[in-house]
């Protein structure tokens, strides 16, 4: 195991694992570090591969509401009650709110590699975040998880596809769409990562094949092995940062940053 290739897949696990919790787009990021530093990133089926990272980080953090929901979307399909009505009708938002992400994902797959990945326009992209985080830095919701409409869901749903354009942050675009329904902060935020789930695990399976080609070439084994758990850990801490900052208000830092960011690689690349 080579010493420089292990540290470039710690570093981009470091990198996926930070920034696909956060609204500052991970696909964004690993571009970014692609033009500035040289540094040679795999091809998409990386970014899904150690995206499901940041998954199991969610099932973690996330476990106690994912497993009440789960059983009593179970126990409403073999004998609806009331009592279960409330995680079937979450659940089935869940399902309509990623029929937009997938039906894009399959026509625009080639696409998101290509020309819309080029730094300028990354550039953009991450302008339109930090604006979209900018307006919605003082809301502050009242609507509950049975409160949410299916109109919020398509929503949210439609602005969840706008993630497969590098620098548009999908965990971002499902917050302010979900905030700007008057949804409650924590629970904007819940939904969002919630709608990543079946997306993430979409992907993964609609990539399975290219992804156990990347791991199966020679040496490469422990390298996306060691990017994964990397990724894991600092997704975790991640979550919990974004969970803190979202419940008091501060997604103002996160526009900041993006701003920031966007002026840079806007100027630098008509340099």
């Not at 399909?77 to 309509?96: A, S």
């Given at each position: 195991?080579?010493?420089?290739e292990l ?5 981009l696990?470091i ?16 571009r ?15 970014e899904?591969?150690v995206n ?8 973690i ?6 497993l009440e929901?789960?059983?009593g ?10 009592y ?9 938002l ?6 937009p992400?997938?039906?894009a ?28 985080l900018?307006l919605?830095?003082?809301l502050?919701?009242?609507?509950k998880?049975?409160q ?8 949210i ?9 590098p620098?548009i942050?999908?965990?971002?675009a499902?917050i ?15 939904f ?7 997306v993430s ?6 990539d ?6 990347a791991?199966?070439?020679p040496?490469m084994?422990?390298?996306?092995l060691i990017s ?12 919990k940062?974004?969970?803190n900052?979202v ?5 103002l830092?996160?526009a900041?940053?993006?701003?920031t960011?966007?002026?840079?690689l806007?100027?630098?690349s008509?340099?």
């Amino acid at each position: 195991m080579e010493f420089f290739e292990l540290l470039k897949y710690i570093i981009l696990g470091i990198i996926q694992g930070a920034t696909e919790p956060l609204p500052v787009s991970s696909s964004g990021h690993l571009r970014i570090v692609s033009y500035f530093f040289g540094l040679d990133v795999p091809d998409l089926h990386f970014e899904i591969f150690v995206n499901a990272a940041s998954l199991v980080a969610v099932f973690i953090i996330y476990r106690k509401d994912l497993l009440e929901l789960i059983a009593g979307t179970l126990n409403y399909i073999r004998k609806p009650k009331e009592y279960d009505r409330e995680p079937f009708r979450f659940t089935m938002l869940l399902v309509i709110g990623t029929i937009p992400a997938v039906v894009a994902g399959l026509f625009l797959y080639d696409f998101i590699g290509g020309e819309i990945a080029e730094i300028r326009n990354v550039g953009f992209a991450l302008l339109i975040t930090a604006t979209a985080l900018w307006l919605i830095r003082n809301l502050s919701g009242h609507k509950k998880e049975f409160q949410i409409t299916i109109f919020d869901t398509i929503i949210i749903g439609l602005a969840q596809t706008l993630a497969l354009a590098p620098g548009i942050s999908r965990s971002g675009a499902t917050i302010v769409a979900a905030m700007a329904r008057k949804i409650e902060p924590a629970v904007a935020l819940k939904f969002s990562f919630f709608l990543s789930i079946p997306v993430s695990i979409g992907s993964l399976v609609f990539d399975l094949q290219r992804i156990y080609e990347a791991i199966t070439a020679p040496g490469m084994l422990w390298y996306y092995l060691i990017s994964f758990m990397v990724a894991l850990i600092v997704s975790y801490y991640a979550i919990k940062l974004l969970i803190n900052m979202v419940t008091r208000g501060k997604l103002l830092y996160f526009a900041i940053y993006c701003f920031t960011i966007a002026g840079i690689l806007i100027i630098s690349s008509f340099m």
